[in-house]
């Protein structure tokens, strides 16, 4: 926490607000996240304009130009962040480490946990955003045209024929789907009835393609009630997601299958755990 959708619904509250305003000054409060801020964070965003605001896999990509500068802050939640549109003059809480100034109000970073992330890609380095080491390895985008319709599951069913680990945990690896993580996998794999526990490679191109679309409509339909709300996430105006009161096996373990009665089960991969149907999910 948070996955893909609760940076997805991030990333759609601050756009609306920050796209199109200049940055007026930037305060860092405590470098020491996952990776250390730059040191140099507000020489490069004082006077910038935010052109675009996106996403790729968990990084939230702030896109900021100006006339001697031109470059991407990259942002990462990690496991307790959020960044929080408020007025400037909101309280300081605890953790609250990097605000990004906007004049009335401030984008605020605040994350307990601290593996989160702030980073800047400098286009003028000449290396394309794409290749940047944090996002060079990541798979596929599973709501994108690319990973639609059929060209999902053909990407899957390709992109495994070699894979001894469970399908979970490649789900979980990122390299050839990004974004999936441990809520929102059990939960797809459920809708496609599909046993996290069975080799990558042993899956048919029809079930992966029922696989596709059941990551895409499971992610779709998180994002849809502002994502899962676990413990403490909140979005960029403080709102809690209630996808959580949906989950069909996440964090049901003993709990009735909602489609067939049978316990839900959890077991242990890779050190996480995997809810899923032993009944629904038998193959």
């Known amino acids: 926490m948070p996955e893909l959708p609760e940076v997805e619904v991030t990333r759609m509250g601050i756009s609306a607000r920050i796209t199109g305003r200049s940055i007026e000054d930037v305060t860092v409060r405590n470098a020491n996240l996952r990776w250390p801020v730059p040191c140099d964070l507000s020489a490069k965003l004082c006077g910038t304009s935010i052109k675009t605001v996106a996403r790729r896999g968990k990084f939230i990509l702030i896109h900021c130009q100006a006339d001697e500068t031109d470059g991407t802050l990259l942002v990462h939640l990690g496991m307790s962040g959020t960044l929080r549109v408020m007025p400037a003059a909101t309280p300081l809480r605890t953790h609250d480490h990097v605000d990004i100034g906007f004049g009335e109000f401030v984008l605020r970073f605040n994350d307990p946990r601290r593996f989160g992330a702030i980073l800047w890609h400098d286009a003028r380095d000449g290396i394309p955003l794409e290749q940047n080491p944090h996002l060079a390895e990541l798979g596929v985008e599973p709501l994108s045209p690319a990973f639609a319709g059929a060209q999902g599951g053909l990407l899957l069913f390709a992109k ?111 050190q996480r755990s995997t809810f899923y149907c032993p009944h629904c999910q038998a193959r």
């Open 160 to 270: 495994t024929r070699t894979r001894s680990q469970a399908v979970k945990q490649m789900l979980l690896a990122g390299h050839v789907v990004v974004g999936v993580g441990n809520i929102y996998a059990s939960e797809a794999l459920f809708r496609a009835r599909i046993n996290p526990k069975i080799a990558a490679a042993r899956i048919s191109l029809a079930r992966y393609q029922t696989l596709a679309e059941a990551i895409r409509t499971t992610l779709f339909a998180a994002i849809e009630k502002g994502g899962s709300t676990l413990r403490d996430f909140v979005d960029s105006h403080g709102a809690r997601g209630y996808f959580q009161q949906q989950y069909f096996v996440y964090d049901r373990a003993g709990l009735p299958c909602r489609e067939c009665g049978v316990s839900i089960r959890v077991v242990r991969q890779g």
